[in-house]
């Protein structure tokens, strides 16, 4: 990207600097010149603004002028030493005594002393300065009646000094000063640029999300607040902004120094949970973020959220004799999990999406003392950490609008004397790692709301398809929650790792699906597995299900027979099965595998009859089916026709 850069100045002064340095074009800049001085300057410089340039370069003079009038950065030229040591070298041969000549002060020129390089170079050094034109000749003249040869200044200075037969050396003809500048120039504009940018990203996040987020200076006034504040509030954001932050949340009243979560506030007539967070730097606060959720919208998910948990059951249906396998692999697996369940220790289920981690937890469950207890299964990944909090631990009477009259349990309390399973243990945020820490050390919880401990006695089984250990060395996990999740660990090995398994498991689903099908098929299994083999199977054993239940779809009675046909169909199976995955991510979930296979049936027959226009012959050639079994399957599934 390349900016615009004017340079603004005397006319003398953009003369020299276009004759010594015609390469700035080249800088990562588009350099424009203009003539202007004191009040024009100024007004130059405004219109300069007003149609696009970046930045302006100019002297000190107009430096002065403009760097409170515009938006833009105003670099003003500075010589440095190196330059300076540069003109006196020039200036050597032509004598001893030497003179620089400006406008500004050696302060305002960014030079200090000139002592130091006096005795390096073994000369005399002075500097003068003038205010106009004659003044400037007045002092050129008895510089040169004291003895002095060498000018080192501005053009204006150089010409009087040419004149009267005295050395001149241009200070904005030296390259170096002039190049710094404009690199330095350029580099401000491109860092405010960034900043520009990160800033943009920044509101536009803050924007967007669900949360109300309002931010305080160390004084604790709100210089912050996004879009989903105002709505929460509904307040305009000239009447959020520039209040103290006590105003809006009672808490912050004395509290202000220290971290507060799920916090029940009152604003007008709005109930919030607010969480808020001090900012500090070297242990001084320089900021206050809050964030907040309407206690509305957080009782809508919650119920919707508790109606999906509860379908789930609070009971383990799986046991260890329930687990499909005949490798190594998983024979060692189950043998560790059932040595870890004869203890209370907290237990890591650690495997890919789709290798069976649920399965293991109840099997873990039901192997334990703890098995005539509930099972309580939630997915963390699901819920907002709010939200997350009140379903864990439950909340007290009264503490929002809308909560049960004698409060609710939580999962927790649900689990007593059972087993809680906390799957995707990876997701929650760490403000809630550190509260199920306390939980997992104490065995005690505190209700949302409530200032009462409630005891628990209940295994803790948590699972991830993340590395942990991975998450714990980049921060994003707390290494003390890890150590305590992580006592007992069992890592489930992906289906490509255990292929042994994939014949039975193939075998099993059939016959639970269709055992029909299953013991027609029978004599045919190896034809059919062997494609099954060598695939990876990135989802485990649930795409392996989702196999299985395409291949029953398309499967064509007259075939079973024909090895070419059923090798054939069962790579289209294995192919196709990801783009079938994510439309069955969408069904509902049934009480048996032939409820989810019908369903599954009806919603592929369905999709093929809008595509052909409800053509039977070709429906049936795709599907691969006769159309006598076509028409009886659109009866039996009771498919409405587009």
Same mark, same amino acid.
């Given at each position: 990207?390349?900016?615009?850069?004017?340079?603004?100045?005397?006319?003398?002064?953009?003369?020299?600097?276009?004759?010594?340095?015609?390469?700035?074009?080249?800088?990562?800049?588009?350099?424009?010149?203009?003539?202007?001085?004191?009040?024009?300057?100024?007004?130059?410089?405004?219109?300069?603004?007003?149609?696009?340039?970046?930045?302006?370069?100019?002297?000190?003079?107009?430096?002065?002028?403009?760097?409170?009038?515009?938006?833009?950065?105003?670099?003003?030229?500075?010589?440095?030493?190196?330059?300076?040591?540069?003109?006196?070298?020039?200036?050597?041969?032509?004598?001893?005594?030497?003179?620089?000549?400006?406008?500004?002060?050696?302060?305002?020129?960014?030079?200090?002393?000139?002592?130091?390089?006096?005795?390096?170079?073994?000369?005399?050094?002075?500097?003068?300065?003038?205010?106009?034109?004659?003044?400037?000749?007045?002092?050129?003249?008895?510089?040169?009646?004291?003895?002095?040869?060498?000018?080192?200044?501005?053009?204006?200075?150089?010409?009087?000094?040419?004149?009267?037969?005295?050395?001149?050396?241009?200070?904005?003809?030296?390259?170096?000063?002039?190049?710094?500048?404009?690199?330095?120039?350029?580099?401000?504009?491109?860092?405010?640029?960034?900043?520009?940018?990160?800033?943009?990203?920044?509101?536009?996040?803050?924007?967007?999300?669900?949360?109300?987020?309002?931010?305080?200076?160390?004084?604790?006034?709100?210089?912050?607040?996004?879009?989903?504040?105002?709505?929460?509030?509904?307040?305009?954001?000239?009447?959020?902004?520039?209040?103290?932050?006590?105003?809006?949340?009672?808490?912050?009243?004395?509290?202000?120094?220290?971290?507060?979560?799920?916090?029940?506030?009152?604003?007008?007539?709005?109930?919030?949970?607010?969480?808020?967070?001090?900012?500090?730097?070297?242990?001084?606060?320089? +900021? $206050?973020?809050?964030? #907040? &959720?309407?206690?509305?919208?957080?009782?809508?998910? %919650?119920? =919707? @959220?508790?109606?999906?948990?509860?379908?789930?059951?609070?009971?383990?249906?799986?046991?260890?004799?329930?687990?499909?396998?005949?490798?190594?692999?998983?024979?060692?697996?189950?043998?560790?999990?059932?040595?870890?369940?004869?203890?209370?220790?907290?237990?890591?289920?650690?495997?890919?999406?789709?290798?069976?981690?649920?399965?293991?937890?109840?099997?873990?469950?039901?192997?334990?003392?703890?098995?005539?207890?509930?099972?309580?299964?939630?997915?963390?990944?699901?819920?907002?950490?709010?939200?997350?909090?009140?379903?864990?631990?439950?909340?007290?009477?009264?503490?929002?609008?809308?909560?049960?009259?004698?409060?609710?349990?939580?999962?927790?309390?649900?689990?007593?004397?059972?087993?809680?399973?906390?799957?995707?243990?990876? +997701? $929650?945020?760490?403000? #809630? &790692?550190?509260?199920?820490?306390?939980?997992?050390? %104490?065995? =005690? @919880?505190?209700?949302?709301?409530?200032?009462?401990?409630?005891?628990?006695?209940?295994?803790?089984?948590?699972?991830?398809?993340?590395?942990?250990?991975?998450?714990?060395?980049?921060?994003?996990?707390?290494?003390?929650?890890?150590?305590?999740?992580?006592?007992?660990?069992?890592?489930?090995?992906?289906?490509?790792?255990?292929?042994?398994?994939?014949?039975?498991?193939?075998?099993?689903?059939?016959?639970?699906?269709?055992?029909?099908?299953?013991?027609?098929?029978?004599?045919?299994?190896?034809?059919?597995?062997?494609?099954?083999?060598?695939?990876?199977?990135?989802?485990?054993?649930?795409?392996?299900?989702?196999?299985?239940?395409?291949?029953?779809?398309?499967?064509?009675?007259?075939?079973?027979?024909?090895?070419?046909?059923?090798?054939?169909?069962?790579?289209?199976?294995?192919?196709?099965?990801?783009?079938?995955?994510?439309?069955?991510?969408?069904?509902?979930?049934?009480?048996?595998?032939?409820?989810?296979?019908?369903?599954?049936?009806?919603?592929?027959?369905?999709?093929?009859?809008?595509?052909?226009?409800?053509?039977?012959?070709?429906?049936?050639?795709?599907?691969?089916?006769?159309?006598?079994?076509?028409?009886?399957?659109?009866?039996?599934?009771?498919?409405?026709?587009?």
């Amino acid at each position: 990207m390349r900016y615009h850069i004017a340079i603004l100045a005397h006319a003398d002064i953009i003369n020299t600097i276009q004759n010594n340095l015609p390469f700035f074009n080249f800088v990562g800049a588009e350099i424009t010149y203009h003539v202007g001085f004191g009040q024009e300057a100024v007004s130059i410089a405004l219109e300069l603004q007003r149609t696009g340039v970046d930045g302006i370069v100019t002297g000190q003079h107009n430096f002065k002028l403009l760097k409170n009038v515009l938006d833009i950065p105003v670099i003003t030229y500075q010589i440095t030493y190196e330059d300076l040591l540069l003109a006196v070298r020039e200036g050597l041969p032509y004598g001893q005594k030497m003179c620089i000549v400006t406008t500004n002060s050696l302060k305002e020129l960014g030079l200090g002393n000139l002592k130091l390089i006096e005795e390096l170079a073994g000369i005399t050094l002075n500097h003068v300065t003038y205010s106009d034109k004659n003044e400037l000749e007045q002092k050129i003249l008895e510089l040169k009646k004291t003895g002095f040869r060498v000018i080192i200044g501005t053009p204006l200075a150089c010409f009087w000094a040419n004149k009267h037969e005295m050395k001149s050396i241009d200070m904005y003809g030296l390259e170096s000063g002039i190049q710094a500048v404009i690199r330095r120039t350029v580099e401000i504009i491109e860092n405010i640029c960034q900043e520009e940018e990160r800033a943009k990203k920044l509101k536009t996040i803050l924007d967007y999300a669900h949360d109300g987020i309002i931010m305080s200076n160390h004084r604790g006034f709100i210089n912050f607040c996004n879009s989903a504040a105002v709505r929460i509030l509904r307040l305009e954001q000239k009447n959020i902004l520039n209040i103290p932050l006590s105003h809006l949340f009672k808490s912050q009243e004395k509290k202000a120094c220290e971290p507060q979560f799920g916090i029940v506030e009152h604003i007008g007539d709005i109930i919030v949970v607010a969480n808020h967070t001090p900012v500090k730097i070297k242990n001084q606060l320089t +900021s $206050i973020v809050s964030t #907040f &959720q309407d206690i509305t919208k957080i009782q809508e998910l %919650e119920n =919707e @959220i508790r109606l999906k948990t509860r379908a789930k059951g609070m009971q383990a249906k799986f046991t260890f004799e329930k687990i499909i396998g005949k490798s190594i692999a998983i024979h060692k697996i189950i043998n560790s999990a059932k040595k870890y369940a004869e203890s209370d220790f907290t237990i890591l289920i650690e495997g890919e999406t789709g290798c069976g981690k649920e399965i293991f937890a109840q099997g873990i469950h039901n192997h334990s003392k703890f098995r005539f207890g509930p099972f309580v299964a939630i997915n963390c990944s699901a819920l907002p950490e709010n939200l997350l909090e009140s379903e864990l631990f439950g909340y007290d009477e009264g503490a929002f609008t809308g909560a049960r009259s004698l409060g609710k349990k939580g999962l927790f309390e649900v689990a007593h004397n059972g087993s809680i399973f906390l799957d995707e243990i990876s +997701s $929650i945020s760490p403000s #809630f &790692q550190s509260k199920l820490l306390r939980v997992i050390q %104490e065995r =005690e @919880i505190m209700r949302v709301g409530s200032d009462k401990i409630i005891p628990v006695n209940v295994r803790i089984i948590a699972a991830t398809n993340d590395d942990l250990g991975m998450a714990v060395s980049e921060g994003k996990f707390r290494s003390d929650l890890y150590f305590r999740l992580s006592v007992l660990t069992l890592k489930i090995p992906p289906l490509r790792q255990r292929r042994e398994d994939i014949p039975v498991l193939f075998k099993h689903f059939m016959k639970s699906i269709d055992s029909n099908f299953f013991n027609d098929l029978k004599h045919m299994m190896p034809t059919i597995v062997k494609p099954l083999l060598s695939y990876n199977f990135p989802g485990n054993i649930r795409e392996l299900i989702n196999i299985v239940q395409r291949f029953l779809i398309l499967l064509d009675r007259t075939m079973l027979n024909d090895p070419v046909y059923l090798t054939k169909l069962i790579r289209d199976c294995i192919e196709k099965t990801i783009i079938l995955l994510p439309k069955m991510m969408f069904f509902e979930k049934k009480e048996s595998l032939q409820e989810t296979l019908e369903e599954v049936e009806r919603k592929i027959i369905s999709q093929v009859l809008k595509e052909e226009n409800n053509d039977k012959t070709r429906v049936s050639r795709r599907l691969g089916l006769s159309r006598a079994t076509l028409y009886r399957k659109i009866s039996t599934l009771k498919i409405m026709e587009n």
